[in-house]
């Protein structure tokens, strides 16, 4: 597998970011919602917050406790809403079980939906209209690009446990010319994974995918990140595995991560230029 370098690109990104807010006025601001003790979150949120901060934007970092009310977090995000030093808002996920995803996603004002899962972003996304898009999905996206597969009526499949992330990428995906399947990793068509000329996985499973559902020269895009029996950080591809398998693949960490993280800050300038 050739590596796709996430860290490399992401870098172009950061220079952009940093270059656009030395023109402002102001700094931007960003809002985030910490919530629980999933280590993922809290090495995404550090980052997000490190990156920010050499980039001269301000954040407000909440971190609380998984047991937090939804009436709790959805007080936080109103405030921001209403806040004119606040820009974007974020809702790191996965959220503890026993919370509301869906309402507190709801409850951040469209203008600030710096993560691009509010149903109003998404409806404006499917009519051609948004002025932003996920920063995951646009990192997906652009690491498909950097390996030069031509996307024309080439077969993708998105694995994935949520329709909030799979739903918007895979109409991304779809008008970029892909022949577009979801799949659920609890109902695995091997067959469909067989013949894919690119693989979107964000299953959260180290190691799930292997040679023996991947077609050689095939793109992976792994959006997974979990830990391994021996505590290291890994994705959803067996990279060890797949590492003498033809075609590209985003590593974890170093691939999905960075992109994410820049073009999260670059949907921040985006939106505090709008409002």
Known sequence: MTLIDGKALAQTIHNEVAHDVATLSSPPGLGVLLVGDDDASHVYVNLKEKAAKKAGIH???QRLPAEVSDDA?????????GEPTIHGILLQLPLPPGHDTDRLIAAI???KDVDGFHPETIRRLREGQASIISPVHEAVLRLIAASGLDPRQKACTILANSDTFSAPLAYLLQRAGFVTAVMHPEVLDARVLQTS?????AVGRAGFIGPDLVKPGAVLVDVGTTKDALGRVCGDMDAAALATTPGFLTPVPGGVGPMTVALLLKNLVRLSTAL
């Open 59 to 61: 954040t407000d970092i």
């Open 197 to 201: 000329d690119v693989i979107v996985s």
């Open 109 to 111: 004002d469209p203008a």
């Open 73 to 81: 977090l959805e007080q936080v995000i109103r405030v921001w809403n």
